[in-house]
Structures are given as structure tokens and as C-alpha cells.
């Protein structure tokens, strides 16, 4: 089988597109640099002698080189794991105008898995996006009005934490996403699901903690476990005989649990599917 993975150039990603090739799957590593990608490669490879390694070069923050890329691959994947996502600062924008961590965590894969289900028609093919700790993300709703954090007062009183507020919005918004998406593609060879990697330290993510969220994430990085436990639930989720036909729904550690009520909301989902229909300038189709 032929997998995608987004973000697969370090950190979990890396781990996931490794597990893949170890199981035998064609993989498609997708960075934003061609150096990165081809050193990642090179890692996977020393582990895995006879990988099947394949390259993709793709800005994910920007919406065209999204477009371009969805539409390129080829051949087709049977599997789809969207991993990549940053914590960037409130006021980082993209050249294209859009808030950083909003476009790379939610429109990068808003625009890339509809336009491949749009490409695959009726499957087989496993599209598994990587959240976070639904316990941690349920405090932190997504804003219908301010998609973007325009209005950074609202994402708490400590500016060093608004950014890890933002990006738990648009892991919230991964949630919705993922569940709206299943729906569409109910009754079709299809299947989406969401998972928490875990909490996993040797990766960048946190590279922007400033004050005390830093010192906190110090403090924990002895206990927590490293990238190849955080690559165990989307790799198992993309390729186990157990989940296979099971859609729309979220698992942390292999085990299937309920998001907060403000993400399975049907009526909150379609307005976010069809705000981002209108941001990529796709159909807001229902
Ligand atoms: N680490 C944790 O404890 C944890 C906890 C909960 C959820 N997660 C989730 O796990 C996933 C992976 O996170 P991680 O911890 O492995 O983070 P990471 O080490 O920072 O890896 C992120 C990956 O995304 C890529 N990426 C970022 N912006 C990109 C862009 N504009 N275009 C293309 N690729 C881009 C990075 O590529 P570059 O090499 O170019 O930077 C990197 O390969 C994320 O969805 C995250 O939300 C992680």
C-alpha cells in the first residue's frame, strides 16, 4: 500500500512514516524542504534497509502549494496521515495572509484530504488525522467568529501562552474536521479518523515555549516517552485489521474515547466546513 505523511521530516511524523515502511508500505515523506525530506530518507533507510521512500516538497502553511500538491500525487494513496503542525506566534501570518498555525494545522488538511477523497472517489483508503489530548483541547473551543485569533485577549491573560491556545483551537478544529469529513464520505470505501499521538518529547513542537510553560515542559520531558510511542496510535490507526471500516471517530492509546461536546456539534462543525470551503475556494458542499 502507498502512504502519505504530512510533517514527516522529524518528530512523530518521522516515527509514523518509519513504521510504515517497516510494515512494507510505499511511503510518501511530505516537508517543506527538499534537504529535510532527503535526510529523513536517509534515517528511515539506515532502519529500514529496503524502504520504499518517495519525496514530496510542499509549503503546507500556503494554501497553493496544498492545492498543487493534492492535486500531483500520483499514484494516489491508500493511506492519509495528516501530522504536520506548528505553534507559531499569534501575529505570524502566511504570504498568503492567513494566520500561521491556523492555516498550517487546519487549512493544510481541510484542503489536502478533501481534495484527495474528491481524487480517490470511492476508496478503499485510510485518512487518519493526528489531535491532541482531548481532555487538554476541551477547554480550549474553537471560536467561530475568530477562526484566526484575531482577537488574542480571548485566548487567555499570559501572552507567553496564547500561542499554545491557538494551536489547541485548531487541534480542536482537526477534531471537527474529522468528524464532518466521515460524514460526507459515509457510504464510500473512506474511512477518517482522529488520534492523539500522546504526549512525546525529541520533538520541535514545543520549541516556542517561553517563561513558565517552558520551565513546566523541562520539568516533564524525564517522564514522557519519546517519538516512536507517539507514532504507534495514527501508524495502528492507518494500517489495523481492527479498525478497518471504522469511521469517524477519535482514539488515544488504540482505544476509542469521546472529543468535547463543543467539537462533535454538528451544527459548530458545518460552520467551520463551510467557512474553510470559502477560505480555500472550495465548494461548501453538505
Ligand atoms: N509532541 C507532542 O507531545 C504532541 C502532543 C500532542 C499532539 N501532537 C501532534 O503530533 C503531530 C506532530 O508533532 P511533533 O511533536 O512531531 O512536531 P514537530 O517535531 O515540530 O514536527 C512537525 C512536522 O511538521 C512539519 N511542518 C511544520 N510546518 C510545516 C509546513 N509549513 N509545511 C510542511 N511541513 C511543516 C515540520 O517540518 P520542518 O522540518 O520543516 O519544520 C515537521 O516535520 C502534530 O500534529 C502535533 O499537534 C504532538
Keep these: 500500500m502507498r502512504a502519505v505523511v504530512t510533517g514527516a521530516t522529524g518528530g512523530i511524523g518521522e516515527a509514523i512514516a518509519r513504521r510504515l515502511a517497516t510494515a512494507g508500505h510505499s511511503v510518501v515523506l511530505i516537508g517543506r524542504s527538499r534537504e529535510r525530506i532527503a535526510a529523513a530518507q536517509r534515517r528511515i533507510a539506515a532502519a529500514v534497509p529496503d524502504a520504499d521512500l518517495h519525496g514530496e516538497v510542499a509549503d503546507l502553511s500556503l494554501l497553493a502549494d496544498v492545492r498543487d500538491l493534492a492535486t500531483r500525487l500520483d499514484p494516489l494513496p491508500d493511506i492519509a496521515i495528516s501530522n504536520a503542525a506548528v505553534v507559531a506566534p499569534i501575529d505570524a501570518v502566511t504570504g498568503e495572509g492567513l494566520q500561521l498555525t491556523f492555516a498550517t494545522n487546519h487549512l493544510a488538511p481541510y484542503l489536502l484530504l478533501r481534495t484527495l477523497a474528491e481524487r480517490i472517489g470511492a476508496g478503499p483508503a485510510r485518512f487518519v488525522i493526528v489531535g491532541a489530548a482531548p481532555r487538554a483541547l476541551a ?10 485569533c484575531r482577537n488574542a485577549r ?5 501572552p507567553s501562552f496564547r500561542p499554545f491556545a491557538a494551536y489547541g483551537r485548531t487541534k480542536n478544529m482537526n477534531a471537527m474536521f474529522g468528524y464532518a469529513l466521515a460524514r460526507r464520505l459515509a457510504g464510500t470505501g473512506i474511512t477518517v479518523n482522529g488520534g492523539h499521538p500522546g504526549i512525546v518529547k525529541q520533538t520541535g513542537l514545543g520549541r ?8 513546566f515542559t523541562n520539568l516533564l520531558n524525564p517522564f514522557v516517552p519519546g517519538v516512536d510511542h507517539g507514532a504507534d496510535n495514527p501508524a495502528w490507526l492507518a494500517t489495523a485489521s481492527e479498525v478497518e471500516g471504522v469511521t469517524g471517530r477519535y482514539f488515544v492509546r488504540r482505544k476509542e474515547v469521546t472529543t468535547a461536546p ?5 451544527t459548530r462543525q458545518d460552520r467551520l466546513w463551510d467557512e474553510s470551503a470559502r477560505l480555500v475556494g472550495l465548494p461548501a458542499t453538505h
Design 139 to 148: 477547554r480550549v473551543p474553537v471560536d467561530l467568529d475568530d477562526l484566526q
Design 154 to 158: 480571548t485566548l487567555g491573560p499570559l
Design 208 to 215: 516556542h515555549a517561553r517563561g513558565g510553560l517552558k520551565v
Design 262 to 266: 463543543h467539537t462533535t456539534d454538528v
